[in-house]
């Protein structure tokens, strides 16, 4: 526990944010301090494609004005954030994890990132992606490092907002989620991600992968975290139409309103058939402490996907997305998103009609048990982290592999639905990630649940032994 006490790249956002209106501390030194963990670590970490020192620093230094002249932005102000390397900044290159976009600079802030900076959010930098928030890195691209043991993966996509949250590299992250990009990741390194209800937030300025799945949403140490980071980006918004007009509710307020009453369904039957022995126990550990804080624990059948239905919806879309460059410019893309797009061209109009009659009917038999439960208790990921390469690999030959890693995320971009991943345990020294998931604009609950979880438990406190052991040395 040194490393919390000594180091405040290991705090809350919330007790930085404390510590920043009760005088003990400074944006500008805690910026600091961020900024010197990027440059020893992130060298090894590989989390940030771009740090914004110069800016990052006289946003700091506005922050401590404002604040010691009383005018207080809410619980961000101040605070550093970073911001997946698909979301616009403006001045900024978005490279999306493509070296075809080394020089996509951007014009303008994404709403996101324009909202991070009303709050008084401290931007660090750009964060490290897979090619396109695909499945693999593009080979030109060094791959975020798990801090937990490098040897294993860091996750899909949302990879560097995953490791430099975990690793004391930023006090919160914005991730994207179109499979499980942002649950996966957060899974992988032990820290808390929401992915929100689609449309909940603004998609202006972000790059696209599917757009009617694509989400943006927040990563940090814990759900109280993530409920300010997600208040502050959620909402309506004229530059995207798809951003729903629902009005954001005061999540971090109601953070502790607990959970007594509600019902929580949990499948264990399908969870004990698909996941390692150890996700099943943690995830009958987090039952037994949700119904400990007065829910009311439910066993449930979640209706089955089709992952080759979801494909056809997927991969289509995909396929949208790079139009502009694929595949004229496809000897410009890695391997791996190339073999994808090359893929996704066998899929015809009726292919996607039939993907979209059965993802409508998966969606009405999902809302039909929200009817009888509150939340969904389920894994992020069926299994823990695996060692760097062996997934990619597996999928050459047995394309089910990855399905079995996305069977608890996907689904539920198919149903728009949100959900939040919060660490939940170890195995073999590598965070377990438990996954509860919601009807559309349960956010407010969500986080509630699994605060009360965090309540109970420590795992969300624990860092990665290489951080704290250097940061003690030190």
Excluded at 333 to 340: D, F, H, I, S
Excluded at 361 to 375: N, S
Aim: net charge negative.
């Amino acid at each position: 526990m040194a490393a919390f006490e000594t180091n405040p790249c290991y705090l809350s956002v919330g007790t930085l944010g404390r510590r920043l209106r009760d005088g003990t501390l400074t944006s500008k030194f805690i910026t600091s301090c961020f900024l010197d963990m990027i440059d020893k670590f992130d060298g090894h970490l590989h989390s940030y494609t771009q740090v914004m020192r110069e800016s990052a620093e006289d946003e700091a230094e506005r922050a401590d004005r404002e604040i010691a002249a009383g005018f207080d932005r809410g619980p961000l102000h101040g605070i550093p954030i970073a911001i997946k390397d698909l979301i616009d900044a403006k001045g900024i290159i978005t490279t999306a994890g493509m070296t075809i976009r080394g020089d996509q600079v951007a014009a303008e802030d994404s709403t996101v990132v324009r909202r991070l900076r009303a709050a008084g959010a401290v931007i660090l930098g750009k964060l490290t992606l897979t090619e396109a928030a695909s499945i693999e890195h593009h080979p030109a691209i060094a791959v975020p490092l798990n801090p937990w043991n490098a040897r294993y993966s860091s996750g899909m996509s949302s990879s560097g907002s995953g490791v430099a949250v975990a690793a004391g590299l930023c006090a919160a992250a914005l991730g994207s989620d179109t499979g499980g990009s942002i649950r996966i990741p957060s899974s992988f390194n032990g820290v808390t991600g929401v992915k929100p209800t689609w449309g909940r937030v603004s998609r202006h300025g972000v790059f696209p992968m599917v757009e009617y799945f694509d989400t943006v949403g927040p990563m940090a140490r814990s759900a109280a975290g993530a409920a300010a980071v997600l208040e502050a980006i959620a909402g309506a918004d004229p530059r995207d139409p798809t951003a729903d007009h629902a009005p954001v509710p005061r999540y971090l307020a109601a953070i502790t309103d607990g959970i007594s009453g509600i019902s929580i369904g949990v499948d264990f039957a399908r969870i004990d058939n698909d996941c390692d022995s150890a996700v099943s126990d943690a995830l009958r550990a987090v039952a037994a402490i949700l119904a400990d804080c007065g829910a009311h624990i439910h066993p449930i059948a979640l209706p089955a996907p089709d992952f080759a239905q979801f494909a056809a919806l997927s991969l289509s879309a995909l396929m949208d997305a790079h139009r502009a460059t694929y595949p004229d410019r496809s000897t410009d893309y890695g391997p791996g998103l190339r073999n994808t797009l090359e893929a996704a061209q066998r899929f015809e109009g009726r292919d996607v009609a039939a993907a979209i009659n059965f993802a409508n009917a998966w969606k009405a038999q999902l809302r039909a048990l929200f009817d009888k439960v509150d939340l969904i208790l389920a894994p992020a990921t069926p299994h823990i982290a695996p060692v760097v390469g062996v997934l990619e690999a597996a999928m050459g030959s047995d394309p089910s592999a990855l399905s079995s890693f996305l069977a608890y995320t996907m689904p539920f971009n198919v149903s728009g639905s949100p959900s939040i991943t919060f660490p939940a345990g170890f195995s073999s020294g590598l965070p377990i990630g438990a996954q509860i998931i919601g009807p559309h604009f349960s956010e407010g609950m969500l986080l509630r649940a699994a605060h009360a979880f965090q309540g109970m438990t420590d795992w969300h406190l624990h860092q990665p032994d290489f951080a704290v052991a250097t940061v003690s040395a030190g």
